[in-house]
DNA sequence: ATATTTACTTACTAGTAAGTAAGTTTGCCA
DNA sequence: TGGCAAACTTACTTACTAGTAAGTAAATAT
């Protein structure tokens, strides 16, 4: 892997273990045994840097979630869990549950990505619940767009809540949305 | 008001909007018109002030809680829900929202007060459900905690991802999660 | 073979962070 | 009236922040 991504990765990484605002350079440069000024090399400022580790999570969103697509709703709403369980067991929240508290403090390129990613992300959830419903695989209540908002809100808390409480409050919350919609 | 309380009260107001790693002695001091040794005099360290807005914040919440107890568990749960629109209205996020995320940056004394915080929430919250659901004022499958985890944990991230949209999320995450408990 | 570009390092700057030691003002108490 | 404590300010320190300018070695292009 070259260092340009080994950078953006590890920066993914401490925005999501640490938050945005907390971690430094010297927390890229020395892991990566490179110095301060080769971060801004290829990334010319922090908020440049910010802006990339969110462009790299909506495009690898896209692509995974595409993957997904000759499967049936029940199946990709479960792959999509998957990815939450996955940053449980990392010790990590995921990119939005860390960055959302953040907004205020971001730069206004990082805010329209943030924005993006809700966006994308939103969007995918509610045409899965839509279609899952239409096909009888979900049954609930209301408006899809506002269930996919439960579920998502749900989802990015569980992680802050389970390294909160240090156990896996992530999976009894899975449990309950799944038995929430499934017919 | 005392300098002490003007102090912690912008404090956790800075919190609820930039996050505790964003925010300075120099955000305090400026519009307190004190200098920031001023601060240091009424709190040693930012960790013990820190510590002292969540405590703050509990004291207060089973204060109010506890000025619900001979109301109905429908109208306790909705008086709960009023805190997050009020924060909402606001434009902040609530305590757990906000210091949750950084919970791997902070001192073990904030993290034992955010611990502690968190269960306070959950057990009144776990208590409340639990009641309501014997009264039959709610219908709702699985474990009372569970149900209480999904709530929380929504309405937490509720306010966030209003920011992060500009929209009034909150509202429709609300209706959402009333519906799905309410006989 | 020469020039240019890529991917850095070295060495630095200006600004800001939390925190501290010592001094000052104000009000109270004996 | 003298002494003392509470609530500060002044002036400072140490540590760290993102960011930059200039230089360099190695690979690539002409």
Redo the contacts with the bound molecule.
Sequence with gaps: M???DKIRNLAEELIRTKGYNA?????LSAPL??????I??HF????VLGASVIEEMVLGFQQLSSSWSDQSEKEQIEWFMDIYRNSYEKGMVCLMGSLAPDFETLSPAMQAQIQRMSRVILDWLTACLEQGRTKQVFQFKGEASDRALVLISSLISSLSLSRVQQTDLYSRIRQQLLSDILA
């Design positions: 070259e260092t340009k971690f430094s350079y010297a927390d045994k490179i110095k301060n000024a080769a801004h090399y010319p400022s922090k908020e």
